[in-house]
């Protein structure tokens, strides 16, 4: 680390945005105009009076037919803008494309070789209308769902924004994951139609997707036909009746669709994401409420103002993606980055040159790429002019002070206060977060966003200052999920069954003697790898589907980098003797089931593993030992030899 870095830390500095910056803020004009002096009055008086802020800047959209009633809140159910008529795509698109927005970029692309591509707001209409008639052409309508299954390029969200706009529901599933991920998500969703690509570079070798595709297709019933995009030219076996090119059915497609008018209840997508047991939770969003929700604080957390180059780096297939590359800066009318390739190919400088070159405004990431490019040295960054910047942001796992500090002094010179956002798939949009005009903390994600209440509970719902205990959420926002998808009992059980009235988000925080929120991790059996959330259940089980396999219990592994990383230990059927490649073999099965960000570093073979006397797995006892921990109450454990075997490998 470096002295400055060091006494920065040290300091216990609290970061002040300056005067400059503030005065020109949306959230400081806004709240001039609502004769608001400072930030603890806006979050009091938008806690009092929800409906206000909400209506307020529900107006800026447009609805085919006004809302009669910004909210109805029955825990565990939320409905937003009731009773009027609405589409996402409506505002996010087709107003842009016949306004002054017409010529202006909506999304540049580049590729992982250096290609960009840049798509107007109208380019961009007249592409999603015409697949959307394609997927009318091939039987896709309103309600329907659509499973897509794309690397980061312009085809993904063009497919996205066309299924919304004829009110289909979209399921992208990310294509770091392995097909089999998509087959359970296709099976789960019951999608008529699929779309893939050919297949994609990563570090310049070609990865095939179609293939995979084809082998996972066997299982799908209800699959009638793939749509294939031709990106990378990979050669591809196309299936008679099932599958069309892309290029092909776009052809002689008309050039106009009309945008379906939805209730703003209607479901928008599907998201799918782990969750404590191996089944994935089909997250569902809506028009109405997530479209203000996303659009709202885009706006006032990362002040986007028309002329920003905005770039969220992040993937498409995640909510960070669906939320803020496609939809929230489609519906502000402004110009979205988005990067086919990995930050460090083909050398560390490769987002810092895209900043400079693209002149980006605000830069939003996780941290777990933060702490990559520290670890590749200040001359990286430094070669590149990073001027354009005006505010910087973080999202996907707590962002560790020191990492703070070196993106705020060395991307952000010291002028670009962090954003530090906590939210989650079920959540849509930012629920904690600083917004430009807030005093910051390194490592802290401030206070909650405007209306929402955020608390930290014990065991008993008794609300805690100081230590760590429950992060809940006593409130109603508008993109929050409105359920899980045909799992309406899951939904309640998962999140809103611990305490009355009350979102439990699965993570656990402190919060300090003035209000501010520190997030320190996810308190269930969900891993967060490189801000990714891997549901350790689903490792296990992959692992337990492998010849020779017992039993098998998986937890995080703290890592300097990725925050976490998969460690598993695994126990052998009888009379299965162990060859030296299975380690490989497994860590190769599970890359295979789920995909490379859940591959365990390690395998551990063992006898036995730690349970009770009822025969759970003591995942707590083992998670403690790979930490290093104390294992703290072990008056339930059955067998404290299995703890002893685990101490003597970690
Ligand atoms: C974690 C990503 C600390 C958290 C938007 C949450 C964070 C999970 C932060 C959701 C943050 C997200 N500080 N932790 N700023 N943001 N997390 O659903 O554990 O992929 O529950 O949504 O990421 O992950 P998800």
């Known amino acids: 680390m470096s002295k400055d870095l060091d006494y920065l830390l040290k300091e216990k500095r609290i970061f002040e945005p300056s005067k400059t910056l503030v005065d020109d803020t949306n959230i400081k004009k806004w709240m001039d105009e609502h004769d608001i002096s400072d930030y603890d009055e806006l979050l009091e008086k938008a ?49 842009h494309a016949k306004g002054t927005n017409k010529n202006k970029t909506a999304f540049l692309w580049e590729s992982e070789s250096g290609n960009v591509r840049r798509i107007s707001y109208h380019e961009l209409y007249i592409e999603v209308n015409k697949f959307a008639n394609a997927l009318k052409s091939l039987g896709i309508g309103k309600g329907d769902t659509v499973s897509i299954y794309l690397p980061m390029i312009p085809e993904l969200p063009i497919a996205m924004l066309a299924c919304a706009k004829i009110g289909a529901i979209h399921s992208v599933v990310f294509s770091g994951f392995w097909a089999k991920a998509f087959q359970d998500r296709i099976n789960d969703a019951g999608s008529k139609v699929a779309i893939t690509a050919d297949g994609f570079p ?74 404590t047991t191996g089944k994935p939770k089909g997250v569902v969003h809506v028009h109405g409420g997530y479209a203000v929700g996303v659009y709202s604080t885009l706006k006032f957390v990362f002040d986007i103002k028309k002329d920003d180059v905005w770039w969220c780096a992040a993937d ?100 670009c206060p962090i954003m530090d956002t906590w939210w989650q798939t ?60 045909k799992d309406p009992d899951r939904y309640i059980e998962a999140y809103w069954s611990s305490f009355e009235n009350t979102y439990l988000s699965g993570d656990v925080a402190r919060k300090d003697e003035d209000g501010y929120f520190w997030i320190q991790g996810r308190e269930d059996d969900v891993l967060n790898v490189a801000g990714h959330r891997i549901s350790t259940a689903e490792v296990e089980s992959a692992l337990v589907s492998f010849p020779g396999v017992a039993e098998a219990a998986v937890v995080g592994k703290p890592d300097e980098i990725k925050g976490e990383e998969v460690c598993a230990f695994v126990v052998l059927k009888q009379n299965y003797i162990a060859d030296e490649n299975l380690e490989a073999a497994l860590r190769h099965h ?29 995942r707590r006892v083992i998670k403690a030992k790979v930490k290093g921990e104390p294992v703290g109450d072990i008056s339930t454990l059955a067998n404290p030899e299995a703890v002893d075997e685990i101490h003597k490998l970690v």
């Open 202 to 275: 990563r570090r310049g070798k070609l990865l095939n997707l179609k293939e995979n595709v084809d082998k996972i297709l066997e299982n799908t019933p209800t699959i009638t036909n793939l749509i294939v995009v031709n990106h990378a030219d990979v050669p591809v076996k196309m299936e008679g009746n099932r599958d069309v090119w892309w290029h092909e059915i776009m052809e002689n497609m008309d050039t106009e669709c009309s945008t379906e008018e939805m209730d703003p209840e209607d479901p928008l997508f599907i998201l799918y994401t782990s969750g």
């Open 426 to 485: 079920e959540t849509g949009m930012h629920l904690i977060t600083p917004l430009p005009i807030s005093k910051l903390k390194p490592g802290s994600a401030v206070k909650p966003f405007p209306t929402v209440k955020a608390d930290i509970v014990d065991d008993n719902g008794n609300s805690l200052v100081g230590n760590g205990g429950h992060l809940v959420i006593k409130s109603t926002w508008p993109s929050m999920f409105r359920t899980l998808y």
């Open 590 to 618: 599970v890359r295979c089931e789920i995909g490379p960000i859940a591959t365990p570093v390690c395998v551990n073979m063992v006898s036995d593993l730690p349970k009770t006397r009822s025969g759970k797995i003591m």
């Open 47 to 95: 806690e009092e009076n929800p409906k206000w802020f909400w209506d307020d800047l529900a107006r800026e959209l447009e609805w085919y037919k006004p809302y009669e009633k910004t909210f109805e809140w029955n825990p565990p159910h939320a409905e937003w803008f009731l009773n009027g008529k609405f589409n996402i795509i409506h505002n996010a698109l087709d107003r």
């Open 316 to 415: 498409i297939g995640w909510i960070t993606g669906h939320s803020y590359i496609v939809y929230a800066p489609l519906l502000m009318g402004v110009t979205s980055l988005i990067y086919e390739g990995t930050p460090d190919y083909p050398d560390p400088g490769r987002i810092w040159d895209m900043i400079e070159k693209y002149g980006v405004s605000v830069f939003y990431t996780a941290p777990t790429t933060v702490r990559m490019f520290m670890k590749f040295g200040e001359e990286w960054p430094e070669k590149y002019d990073l001027s354009s910047l005006r505010l910087l942001g973080s999202v996907g796992e707590p962002i560790n002070p020191e990492a703070w500090v070196w993106y705020y002094k060395i991307i952000g010179r010291e002028k």
